[in-house]
């Protein structure tokens, strides 16, 4: 059923605004400010993060337990479908970079730089970091709003999709720093696997050699960050390197994700096909 819901779910953002209707944020923000507020709480990051993290958790496995033994197991699949989109991420990268490109073509580096800041929250020193930023941007962007959950949704099921959402909400939300940093550390167990396998599928859509460079150097780093070697081998792959190309290389970069993305459909395919 797990590739049916991706299908779906490819269907569902084609035909209309899905996402946008389903991606409701305020419940949780209104619960993490409830809890952040309450005296009981304060300094027990542990506690606010089983309350905001493992109680969403804790009712849709219940969910899913008890409609499983309903009508066949057909009742499950709008509940894939719909914790699927919800843990989608927020927002379209392309149309957050279109202002950024508008200035950057029309050569006016200053307003760029304020687009910059201002919808992609990156800033530089020169125009060549500038640009290698926005590049990051767009990367991470399609990494964890779209690799990572369909990855953890094909090998865990709707609850892991979810699991990974809501951790990156509340590392974004969050206003207690102890709660921040418990939900970055679980993310950042979450990101291991998958945006290394992410890595390597850059490297098979893209410059094989550049990319699996960068794989090999981060391969056994349990520190790096997924941002930063997600980033570094995309640009690797799409030949972007910093000071190397224009505006014209985010567009060489989303052609590369999109190549990658079917590549991961065509084997989530061939793995249900051929079991």
Known sequence: MSFLVLLLVVLLERIGHWRERVQQDGPLRAALARVEAEPRLAGRPLRQLALLFGMPLLLLGLLLWMLAPQAYGILLLPVHVLVLLWSLGRGDPQLSLAPFRDSWQRGDV?????????????????????????????????YQGFFAVVFWYAVLGPL??????????LVEH?????????????????????????????????????????????LFDLRASATQLVAEAGRAAADALPGRGGVETLDELWQLLRRTGLLWYSALALAILLP
């Not at 760029?112 to 929250?121: I, K």
């Not at 640009?131 to 962007?141: S, V």
Request: glycine fraction near 6%; aromatic fraction near 12%; avoid cysteine.
């Open 110 to 142: 200053e307003a760029a730089y304020l687009d910059a800041r201002r919808d992609l929250g990156v800033q530089a020193e020169d125009a060549s970091k500038l640009l290698a930023e926005a590049q990051g941007f767009l990367l991470w962007q399609a």
């Open 160 to 169: 892991a999709a979810l699991a990974y959402r809501l951790l990156a909400l």
């Open 174 to 218: 969050a206003g207690d720093a102890g709660l921040r940093r418990w939900a970055a550390r679980l993310r950042h167990g979450l990101d291991w696997l998958p945006a290394r396998l992410l890595v390597l599928s850059l490297a098979l859509a893209g410059n094989f050699i550049a990319a699996n460079r960068v794989f090999w150097a981060y």
